[in-house]
């Protein structure tokens, strides 16, 4: 008999619309040659007030790619999840950032004891904070541009305080650097600084996003990355390149038609090729990540050096997102990399 595949998209993140494209490939290719009689989807829709919907309401917003409006009233409904939910055999979950990528998903997915595509709480959460990320990446050795670490308190704290933080950022990192939130996704509340002032805005807005804030030195570099594949023998696919007229590769330039270039496979030295191939799996073991996991360098090309920028455990999986690009490059066609994600679930639990 067919597997019963519980399609869950949507989610409460600002990555909503990015998930239902990534899940509207994916159901196409669960309907697709061999995945056809192997497989049976139950499309699983989290709107933005986090009521989820099954059946009709989730193979709905499947066929429009349009999110439905909802109103965020009625928060005990959050635990009436439809009954359909119990017959699922296996979770995707392709939900994008907080409430999805961060291990909040996984803890409910692993309580229900149902075996579930991708990272378990510790991979996704460790992944999606980029204070928790790096320093993961930093006790296994992997190189990284200087960063520094701060609260949402320091920022909003008296007029005395503020002042000298500025100051120890400007000496320590200096100019450009980015200002992050430390847990979201897709450029979101991120800013290229340049200056004091500029420096003093970012901080403030990038509090409002988080608790947490990462700022880190900007570099000049080639931007690259690499798909891993796998559980505890995790494989790397061939390297993509990502090119663009923007400042930096903002929401903006990540969404808009024709404003970036993904290069498959990006023109590299071999040995460079694979260095970073190494360090992606590295990487993915040192958070603990499994299934999958889309990890960003940057690439300095005038000194040969790689930095690892981050890992992105759910990553875009759209038929024109740079994930399931790079393993058809890589030799695994779309529809056969969804059946083998679903194998490595059913494998793990
Ligand atoms: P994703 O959509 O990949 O999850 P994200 O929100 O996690 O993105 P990052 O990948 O950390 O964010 O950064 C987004 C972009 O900002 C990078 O692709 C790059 O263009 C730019 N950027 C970030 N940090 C740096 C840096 N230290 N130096 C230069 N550019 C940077
Ligand atoms: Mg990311
Ligand atoms: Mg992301
Ligand atoms: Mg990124």
Redesign the pocket.
Known sequence: SKLRVGLLFGGRSGEHEVSINSARAIATALQTGDNQSKYEVLPVYIPKNGVWQASEVGQQVLETGTPLVCDDSNPQQLWDFPPEVKTVDVWFPILHGPNGEDGTIQGLLTLMRVPFVGSGVLGSSVGMD?IAMKTAFAQVGLPQ?NYKFIERSQVWSNACVFPKLCDDIEQSLGYPC?V?PAN?????G?A?VRSRSELESALDSAASYDRRIVI????T?R?VECAVLGNDNPKASVIGE?TYDSD???YET?YTDGRAQLHIPAQLPDNIITQIQEMAIEGFKAIDASGLARV?F?YVEATQEIFI??I?TLPGFTAFSMYPQLWEASGIKFPELVDQLIQLAVEKA
Do not use: M, R
């Open positions: 980029k541009v980015f992050k979201l996704g897709s450029s979101v991120i290229k880190e030195t900007g570099v570099a931007e990502i930096f590769y903002d990540k960003d940057f920028n981050e992105n």
